[in-house]
């Protein structure tokens, strides 16, 4: 199974970016799917995660601003941020694992991850 993440790059307080990971070499339709995110110097942050019949979840420094989405059929998981904050400045990674687990916001319960994204918010 390979993860691969793209659609980072900086951009101006206040805009918006979308960050794709495709997913190879497994049955996507059953797959849970969530990004994570590190700043330098912090632990690596839930932010949201999905699976197949279940509405997206968030972290709290993210809800109302971000949207996590699945595209079955391009086996791609998306991340559509506004409204961004210099906060939110990270390198962002997609992460998966076979079905769907309670503790979904947690690092540990997936198995597969893709290579990071930077997202720079600043002016």
């Known amino acids: 199974v390979q993860l691969q993440a793209s659609g980072g790059g900086l951009v101006q307080p206040g805009g918006s970016l979308r960050l794709s990971c495709v997913v190879s070499g497994t049955t996507f339709s059953n797959f849970g799917m969530a990004w994570f995110r590190q700043a330098p110097g912090t632990q690596r942050e839930f932010v949201a995660a999905i699976s197949a019949g279940r509405a997206g979840r968030y972290g709290n420094s993210v809800k109302g601003r971000f949207t996590i989405s699945k595209d079955t059929a391009k086996n791609t998981v998306y991340l559509q941020m506004n409204s961004l904050k210099p906060e939110d400045t990270a390198v962002y990674y997609c992460?998966?694992?076979?079905?769907?687990?309670?503790?979904?916001?947690?690092?540990?319960?997936?198995?597969?991850w893709g290579q990071g994204t930077q997202v720079t918010v600043s002016s």
């Open positions: 992460a998966g694992r076979h079905g769907w687990s309670i503790r979904f916001g947690a690092e540990d319960e997936y198995t597969y």
